[in-house]
């Protein structure tokens, strides 16, 4: 699988986020995906996981109210929206695919990566 994040660059504060991740490779529509940042000087964190048929989704406890993922498998195409952006989800994110069925937490579980894109977001 092949991924390919888009939609990154700067925002404005309190605007919303739309990102995209394009995969390519037969196995896209029954990967869990997920969407990571990472924060300068921080680790990269998992925000959101979805599984092939968006009946298991996970969102990270502080972003939960703001932000949704959802997937178009007839696509290959994975979406992030965050929305009312503040400047500390100022990051490069990262969508990534694991090789199994069940949703995981840490970046060693997922086996590919897009490159990321950055999200600046200026007060």
């Known amino acids: 699988v092949q991924l390919v994040e888009s939609g990154g660059g700067l925002v404005q504060a309190g605007d919303s986020l739309r990102l995209s991740c394009a995969a390519s490779g037969r196995t896209f529509s029954r990967s869990v995906m997920g969407w990571f940042r990472q924060a300068p000087g921080k680790e990269r964190e998992l925000i959101a996981a979805i599984n092939w048929d968006e009946t298991e989704i996970w969102k990270h406890a502080s972003l939960r109210g703001r932000l949704t993922i959802s997937r178009a498998n007839d696509k290959n195409t994975v979406y992030l929206h965050l929305a009312t952006v503040k400047p500390e989800d100022t990051a490069v994110y990262y969508c990534?695919?694991?090789?199994?069925?069940?949703?995981?937490?840490?970046?060693?579980?997922?086996?590919?990566w897009g490159q990321g894109t950055q999200v600046t977001v200026s007060s």
């Open positions: 990534a695919a694991t090789s199994g069925s069940a949703l995981e937490f840490f970046p060693s579980k997922y086996a590919y």
